[in-house]
């Protein structure tokens, strides 16, 4: 039986390489691209007109925390384009739950977003899973703390040799078995406990891989530069590929620090360390209440962190480091999701209204806040300036992400915006990037970067992942009042050579 073809007529075509536009045809056989440009085309062949479209390779998500939601045939990323994505990123991955099932979940849950059954004991088993994922063609990283939590529990000390041992087993494997690389959550318990050496070990393992090293940080507020110079010291010394997560610089007071720590990538890149950061196209993030606690007050997990809150003297001294590390004024911290039903209400104030309407000062709203919801709950913070935030997504360096969270609750736009916003508002209104920059942005240099084989370009051979959009109306309509709203301006999203059906428009004639 011969392949199915397809034919896409008369398109603007940007290839992803960040070449310029062109006008041109593609012709799909089966799952591959075969010819770009001027193509013949057999008689009879099914064709799109895209006259006056925009046709560009799918977009990579690479930096996703849809580990578990990529699984099912979610739409929130397909409706923006994405065809491909990077799982396991600051540290979370659902495996290896290695026997300690019910301590990794706990542990992932609040950045994963899932529910209370999930768990792989190891890589091979998830990522025969995702190999199935109906929407998506997605590539993992294992998660740093996953590992350490599955090794060693939720305990916040050095490990021992011999967990040690097991966890360098457990990475070796997951390399071996096809996970893309490693990343780490350095502000997130246990994850944050982990010293020069541990990471060293398991960058040595990395780099012998030839595979990328993502890491979020140990800061990226008043110890921003510390945090960079750390990882590049990391990259330095064991000679791993180093993608530093959603770089910025948190907070008013640590606004000018970015442009510091850019030139101190620059001039590591210059030296030959291997290093490049992502950035989404927000000036606020999204992730779980309990990252503006010492990580200290969560050893053992939440059920401990409960216990301390509820004694008065650790419970004072929480609260004044709490007060201490926030770079951020309380109003610009708004709740997103909660568990229980009775803070319902609450979900959309910021932490200063809601301190306000329970005659609390923030900090202690907050802590009463982590023992009614017992840790589960997350937050939207305004943390950058426009500034900073064009100078991220411009820079020669940067890839550009979602790291969307399906939070259960009102969530951040980026989750169903973010592409649509870049294409729309960032480069045909405000003109920061042209169309092919943030394009290659957001498809042939992610590709590159994480080394997706054959994605990411319009190029003959190449899988037929590709987004079709109208340049003049493409936009996010999801903003930070209403998140979950689909783009406008999509018109066809193919992945490998076959129509996703979240995409309305006209089917081929
Ligand atoms: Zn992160």
Known sequence: MPSSLLHLKNAILIDGTGAPPCKGDILIVGDRIIEVGLCTVPPGTPVVDCTGWVVCPGFIDAHSHSDLHVLKARLEKTQQGVTSEVVGNCGFSPYPTAGREDAVRKFANG?????????WGGATAYLKDLAQAPNATAYSLIGHGSMRVAVAGNEQRSL????????????????????????????????SCADADELECLCRIVARHNKIYATHMRSYSFGLEEAVEEQLDLARRTGCRLQ??????????NWDRQRRVIEIIEQASQEGVD?????????AGNTVLTQLVPQWALNGGTDRMIERLLDPRLRKQIAEETRAKMALPWTDVVLTSVESQHNRWAVGMT?????????LEPADLL???????????????????????????????????????????????RL??????????????????SLQEAIHKVTGKPAARFGLAQRGLLKPGYYADIAIFDA????????????DVPPEGIRHILRNGTFLSAVSGEKPN
């Open 416 to 433: 169903h915006g973010t592409f649509p916003l870049l294409l729309g508002d960032i480069c045909r209104d405000r003109h920061w990037l």
């Open 244 to 253: 530093i997560s959603h770089l910025q610089a948190v907070g008013r007071p």
């Open 351 to 359: 932490l200063a209204a809601l301190a306000e309407r329970r005659a």
């Open 111 to 119: 950045i994963l977003c899932g529910d209370e059954r999930w768990g």
């Open 472 to 483: 003049t109306s493409i936009n996010s309509a999801a903003n930070y009042e209403n998140p």
């Open 160 to 191: 021992t040799t011999r967990e040690m041992d097991r966890m360098e087993q457990l990475l070796e494997e997951a390399l071996t078995a096809g996970a893309i690389g490693m990343s780490t959550g350095l502000m997130y318990a246990p994850g």
């Open 275 to 283: 290093v490049a950061f992502d950035c989404y196209p927000y000036t």
């Open 367 to 413: 802590l009463e806040l982590l023992i009614e919801e017992r840790g589960n709950a997350t937050m939207l913070t305004f943390n950058q300036n426009e500034e900073n935030l064009r100078q991220v997504l411009t820079h020669p360096f940067s890839i550009i992400i979602t790291d969307g969270l399906f939070v259960h609750g009102k969530g951040h736009p």
